[in-house]
């Protein structure tokens, strides 16, 4: 079993929909939780980290559950720049490196 | 530049042959990631560095793989009597001391695309 699952997708979405991923991890020892971005042909970027009480970044908002350890990532009024493959990262009690999931990826269609 | 430079950016090479992959982090950083990625898949940790030291290597897939950073700044991985399934894009990152653990924020160079015929 891989430590981060996700859906790979693809998301098929119109401009303007609202999209949600899940992901879950399988180490209960996971401190620290985020979502990277990924273009296609390009290297992941840094999207925004997941805290406890849920957080907002403009059209996104990422939640953690560590009861259920899993991890969600909400696009509001998508738009067709937001085509990209999402990446779930968590990092582990003790560890420096990250340990990245498959990624979903997410087409927004015009 | 400022960001994170990899060279070569493609490689192609011969089942057996030995490779090298450059990595050029970020001035100032002080921990430098290697992850490969193959098609489909998420990045893939490999060995991380704090300064000069191998602080985790236990992502590399076994002895064939090394990699150094003698001056705490540019990095090398070198794989040794490559195999096809070595195809990859390999991945180096780098971030402060804060970064990774804390922030969550590597910064990824664009990566070398390495294929094993």
């Known amino acids: 079993r891989k430590e981060v699952e996700q859906d790979p997708g693809p998301f098929n979405v119109p401009e303007g929909a609202t999209v949600a991923f899940n992901c879950t991890y399988s180490?209960?020892?996971?401190?620290?939780f985020f979502w990277y971005r990924q273009d296609c042909r390009k290297e992941p970027k840094l999207l925004m980290s997941?805290?406890?009480s849920g957080n907002e970044d403009g059209r996104f908002t990422a939640q953690l559950n560590r009861a259920s350890q899993y991890i969600s990532l909400l696009i509001r009024d998508s738009k067709l720049s937001d085509s990209a493959t999402y990446l779930c990262v968590v990092n582990n009690k003790g560890r420096r490196a990250l340990t990245f999931g498959s990624g979903t990826r997410l087409q927004v269609q015009p | 530049g400022a960001g994170v430079s990899q060279t070569p950016s493609n490689k192609v090479t011969e089942k057996g042959k030995y490779v090298e992959l450059r990595c050029d982090p970020i001035s100032g950083h002080t921990a430098l990631y290697w992850y490969r990625q193959s098609l489909g898949q998420g990045p893939e940790f490999l060995i991380y560095?704090?300064?000069?030291?191998?602080?985790?290597d236990s992502g590399l897939p076994n002895d064939r793989f090394f990699a150094v950073r003698p001056e705490g700044s540019v990095s090398t991985l070198k794989i040794q009597r490559t195999e096809r399934g070595d195809s990859a894009v390999y991945l180096c990152?780098?971030?402060?001391?804060?970064?990774?653990?804390?922030?969550?924020?590597?910064?990824f160079g664009e990566g070398s695309r390495l294929t094993v015929l």
């Open positions: 990152a780098s971030s402060t001391l804060a970064g990774g653990t804390n922030t969550g924020e590597l910064f």
């Open positions: 180490n209960s020892a996971s401190q620290s």
């Open positions: 997941v805290y406890s």
């Open positions: 560095f704090q300064g000069t030291g191998a602080a985790d």
